[in-house]
């Protein structure tokens, strides 16, 4: 994907620290799954009041992709559930007569590769097939993007997951 425009307009999408939409007393999702010691550290002693350049742009790359591939179907929502005492911020919720689906989207820079049959993850198919000595490997799920779309999924009671990740090195996109 090619991208034309004023680095400036990249950033628009991204959120200054104290703008993003919070709830008090609730932990976001991408919280809960990271180190609690960290997570404790940055609620007492919060990040600067502006991100730097590459921070934002990182963020806007990602809005960017994300608006890109959902198309008209982008609708990224604030959703809180006191209940569990969690909030996020979803990428997309898709509307069917089944229930909602929701759609987490992620770019990287490496895409692990294995088999399902094992537990060991290579940083490339390559890597995977030499290791494994098999020939029918195939991309991964990081877990922690698995865990984030679960836990998605039980904070908007969606009936479906979707994760798409767009692999940066390569430009190709993957779906579980």
């Known amino acids: 994907m090619k991208y034309v425009g004023e680095p400036k307009d990249l950033m628009e999408d991204a959120y200054e620290p104290d703008q993003r939409p919070r709830t008090e ?31 934002r742009s990182k963020f806007s790359r990602g809005h960017a992709f994300e608006r890109a591939f959902f198309g008209r179907n982008y609708n990224p929502t604030h959703e809180v559930n006191e209940g569990l005492g969690i909030e996020g911020h979803t990428d997309t919720v898709i509307e069917t007569p ?26 490339s198919e390559a890597q995977a097939k030499k290791h494994l000595e098999r020939e029918d490997v195939e991309p991964m799920p990081s877990e922690h993007y ?31």
Request: aromatic share 12%; glycine share 6%; proline share 6%.
């Open 25 to 55: 007393g609730l932990y976001g999702v991408t919280e809960v799954l990271h180190c609690h010691r960290m997570v404790f550290i940055l609620r007492k002693m919060p990040s600067p009041p502006e991100l730097d350049f590459e921070t």
């Open 98 to 123: 089944e229930g909602k689906v929701l759609c987490e989207f992620k770019s990287t820079r490496r895409v692990f590769w294995g088999h399902p049959d094992c537990e060991k993850k290579y940083p």
């Open 146 to 176: 698995v865990d984030q779309l679960r836990a998605y999924m039980a904070l908007t009671g969606a009936v479906k997951g979707r994760l798409i990740v767009h692999d940066l090195s390569t430009d190709k996109i993957f779906e579980w």
